[in-house]
């Protein structure tokens, strides 16, 4: 790894920045935003201090500048007579700044996560793609599977 580049969890003070690379984001794939810029940002920090119990954000740090994020959300499964305890995982909202990506940057806070997940013991972790992303989530271990399926059941904008 880069010797300036860390990744590390994200701390309360910088959710703020994270919230910014989510906002950059959707702007950038020319989306339109259903809010103004400062009132997503509060919704934002308010929603990830709330929800730190099921959402594990990542940093991807150059020097003191962050310059991209991943989200890991963990959820409870039912239990089995093999395991009591069980969870999976859903790697959400990679993102890397313009000006950093193909040069493994993403990769690397891919593997993080995922090193994230074996340390909380989930039993695998999957990821909604764009077409774009796909090769580089294969080459970090993600497979397509014939087995896990998904519906969608609504358009969703606004959650209640």
Do not use: K
């Not at 794939?29 to 810029?37: A, K, L, W, Y």
């Not at 793609?129 to 497979?143: D, K, L, M, T, V």
Request: one cysteine or more.
């Amino acid at each position: 790894m880069d010797n300036d580049i860390t990744i590390r969890p994200a701390v309360p003070h910088e959710l703020d920045v994270v919230a910014e690379l989510r906002w950059q984001w959707i702007l950038e794939s020319e989306d339109v935003p259903v809010t103004g810029h400062e009132e997503f940002v509060q919704h934002f920090v308010t929603w990830a201090r709330e929800n730190t119990s099921s959402h594990r954000c990542m940093v991807l740090v150059r020097g003191q500048v962050i310059i991209g994020m991943a989200w890991l959300a963990v959820l409870a499964r039912v239990p089995s007579p093999r395991a009591l305890q069980r969870a999976s995982g859903d790697l959400q909202c990679v993102y890397v700044v313009p000006g950093e990506r193909d040069g493994g940057l993403g990769g690397q806070l891919i593997d993080a996560v995922l090193a994230r997940a074996r340390e909380l013991g989930l039993e695998r972790v999957t990821v909604h793609s764009s077409s774009r992303a796909i090769p580089a989530y294969s080459r970090h271990g993600f497979e397509a599977s014939p087995r896990l399926l998904h519906a969608r059941v609504a358009r969703i904008t606004s959650y209640p």
